[in-house]
């Protein structure tokens, strides 16, 4: 296998078996060798601009990780909600949509089965795993409680997340 691929799967292992156009190119693959391969069957295309090898085992968070690379990898996009509830485990809650929020100024169109969510969030409100980056228990809660979440369900996620030591009652009293 030619280096490059080599070191692209590699890359693409640590992202859930995806890569970006850009990625590819960063190591030194062109256009034409992506397409090649699309034809050949060894990658599929889920995004514009985001490929996966199709030889790599399917993974919980792929939907997230093909969302992570759409968005460049955006520092200031963080899944959040329902979405950040369940990845911590804190709630039995299976939302219909992919919760993200984004800054502000975002202003493209999200997919179908994403609801987007504008706030500025704080270095310190964002728990990063890989690509992955979710608003940090305390932020969900709080997100969740401002947009009327039902109560008793905050209640159970507060507990949980209480007794894991995930939050501590003092940071949200803040």
């Known amino acids: 296998m030619d280096s490059r691929w080599q070191q692209l799967q590699e890359l693409a292992t640590r992202q859930h078996g995806h ?12 256009r034409p060798a992506i397409h090649y391969q ?12 985001v490929y996966r090898f199709t030889a ?11 969302l992570m690379l759409g968005s460049r990898l955006d520092p200031a996009v963080a899944f959040s909600h ?14 219909d949509k992919l919760h993200l929020t984004v800054p502000p100024t975002f202003r493209m169109r999200p997919p179908q089965d994403v609801t987007l969510h504008k ?12 690509i992955l980056r979710f608003t940090d228990p ?21 507990e949980q997340a209480r007794s894991r030591g995930l939050i501590r009652r003092r940071t949200l009293a803040q």
């Open 38 to 49: 699309l034809r050949a069957g060894r990658l599929s295309r889920p995004e514009r601009g």
């Open 19 to 30: 890569f970006t156009t850009s990625q590819a190119e960063a190591v030194g693959l062109t």
């Open 82 to 95: 329902e979405t950040a509830l369940r990845h911590f485990d804190l709630s039995d809650a299976f939302p």
């Open 138 to 158: 305390t932020r969900t809660l709080l997100d969740l409680t401002h947009d009327g979440y039902p109560l008793e369900q905050l209640q159970l996620a507060y």
């Open 119 to 130: 706030a500025a969030l704080a270095p310190n409100e964002v728990h990063a795993e890989g």
């Open 56 to 66: 790599y085992p399917p993974t919980d968070h792929e939907r997230e990780a093909i």
